[in-house]
């Protein structure tokens, strides 16, 4: 998948900006800070997610003094052309694909399919469950509706029993009812996140060797309220049948997939308590193109990668190494305030850009 022009009006510090890049091509942008080189990288990021890395407020994105922001850009995949707009205000989102207006949001996350690497992702592996949760559920809703439509019921059906605890009077047959579809929407959603982060994990003990030297294993678990494997159906009804009285009493759902964690292990020992920041940043790294590769392998092509502040951490011989295993039909932006050596690229199509105050300016390597 290729950005190929992309247009920004009223978005961040970008007045008026349209820019045009090469298919399958490097795109660094180097600047000072707050010149607007992480406002593009999140430009792009929201046409894929339709949220921004950096804020919950969508007002944030728009200019001071603007009634409107917008993001339209031409994008090429599987050989053909088409174009996607976004359009926010503070009473008003409007989604659009070839011009036709879209509705849902689950229709228009994943048109544009781009994946991030920033450094508040250093924060993954210590921050809740909730955040690595929301992590394999961004993937896997761009990668399967059957994925999209389970999550969105149950999270539908989660609220309802909830609010069904909360009465004064409980319905037991009514909560029961409710159990039994979200018990039927966990086989689905638990069976899927498992399988995608066995998939995860093989990818990247294959990329890992690459970003780092160190001898210590790193594992990757995928950790639910019931043990997977035969017969999961009937132990997540025990479980249910087990939590009833607890729920009633704390009146909300005390078990479920909405309580799933990732866990990212360091020798047996979690990542967050036992690794440096660089075993970190080298984890982080297998983990994006890790999820680059399974999406090549569904989708037929790669997604955009994102890559801001990459190499800030990264010592000379690491940012050699991590440009030289970017796939070749990929295409790449990253941002840096860094000087670029010419040899790091060694033949790829590659791309500079000096980012000052909203403009970008291609100047030579």
């Known amino acids: 998948m290729n950005i190929k022009k992309i247009h920004l009006h009223n978005f961040r510090n970008y007045d008026n900006a349209s820019f045009s890049f090469d298919s399958n091509a490097i795109h660094c942008l180097i600047g000072k800070n707050a010149q607007g080189k992480t406002n593009f990288i999140e430009a792009i990021y929201f046409l894929s997610h339709l949220h921004s890395f950096r804020t919950h407020s969508m007002s944030d994105l728009i200019q001071s003094n603007k009634e409107w922001m917008r993001i339209n850009a031409d994008i090429e995949t599987l050989g053909h052309q088409e174009d996607v ?3 926010i205000s503070d009473q008003q989102r409007l989604l659009f694909h070839y011009q036709d207006p879209v509705k849902k949001y689950s229709d228009f996350v994943g048109i544009v399919n781009a994946i991030l690497f920033c450094p508040d992702d250093m924060l993954l592996f210590k921050q809740s469950p909730r955040n690595r949760r929301r992590m394999i559920d961004i993937e896997l809703i761009k990668l399967s509706h059957t994925y999209t439509t389970t999550l969105s019921h149950y999270q539908k059906v989660l609220k309802e029993r909830n609010a069904a605890l909360k009465q004064n009077t409980i319905n037991e047959v009514y909560i029961q009812t409710l159990t039994d579809q979200l018990i039927e929407d966990q086989l689905i959603i638990m069976n899927q996140r498992n399988e995608f982060v066995h998939r995860l994990y093989k990818e990247m003990m294959n990329l890992y060797p690459f970003f780092s030297s160190e001898k210590q294993t790193i594992q990757l678990k995928y950790q639910t309220f019931v043990e997977l494997g035969e017969n999961l159906k009937e132990r997540i009804q025990i479980a249910y049948q087990q939590s009833f009285e607890r ?7 005390t078990l479920g997939i909405h309580k799933d964690d990732l866990l990212f292990l360091f020798d047996d020992k979690l990542m ?34 994102l890559l801001d502040d990459v190499f800030s951490e990264l010592d000379t011989v690491r940012r050699q190494q991590l440009i030289e295993h970017l796939p070749n039909n990929m295409q790449i932006f990253i941002t840096t305030t860094e000087k670029m050596e010419s040899h790091w690229f060694k033949g790829r199509n590659v791309h500079i850009y000096q980012v000052e105050q909203g403009s970008l300016k291609e100047v030579s390597l």
Not at 247 to 253: I, L, P, S, V
Not at 276 to 293: D, Y
Request: contains cysteine; proline residues 2%.
């Open 247 to 253: 729920d009633c009493r704390y009146k909300q759902t």
């Open 272 to 305: 967050s308590q036992v690794a440096s920041q660089g075993q970190k940043r080298s984890v982080l790294l297998t983990l994006k193109l890790g999820l680059a590769n399974i999406i090549y392998q569904a989708k037929k092509e790669y997604p955009i990668l």
């Open 85 to 87: 707009k976004v359009m």
